[in-house]
């Protein structure tokens, strides 16, 4: 344990020893940067690389914390954690399963369009035919 430590600290070092860059022009690539330094720096490039790569919206964690709102409210706020979980977790899979069944209604719909289509094209050739 003591050796991964020692191996750690001189890869900090390592990277504390580099010159500063001087970096003039705005397309830096800070990313494909810290990938040139991979082979001298494995644990920073990849914390760098776990760090950098974060997305920028912030949708996704805005509505995972403002659900915790919608379920405790004014009535329930002396609800204990569990039931809270609880709550939320019954309200994920109510969202899931509806999700489930609206995407099982889209595909019995384009089936029956595709057979709508296929009896149509049929119709069409079978009254082409009596024409003749």
Request: charged share 25%; proline share 3%.
């Amino acid at each position: 344990m003591q050796t991964s430590f020692i191996s750690s600290n001189s890869e900090l070092q390592r990277y504390f020893d580099q010159p500063i860059l001087d970096i003039e022009d705005n397309d830096f690539n800070l990313l494909a940067w810290w990938k040139t330094q991979e082979p001298r720096c494995l644990v920073l490039s990849a914390m760098a690389r776990d760090i950098l790569t974060v997305p920028v919206s912030t949708v996704a964690s805005e509505a995972a914390f403002s659900l915790g709102g919608r379920v405790i409210s004014e009535t329930r706020s002396s609800l204990n954690p569990e039931t809270v979980e609880a709550l939320i977790c019954l309200k994920g899979w109510s969202l899931a399963d509806s999700r489930r069944q609206e995407e099982e209604c889209v595909t019995e719909l384009e089936a029956e369009m595709k057979n709508l289509s296929i009896s149509r094209a049929s119709w069409i050739e079978d009254s082409s035919l009596d024409e003749e």
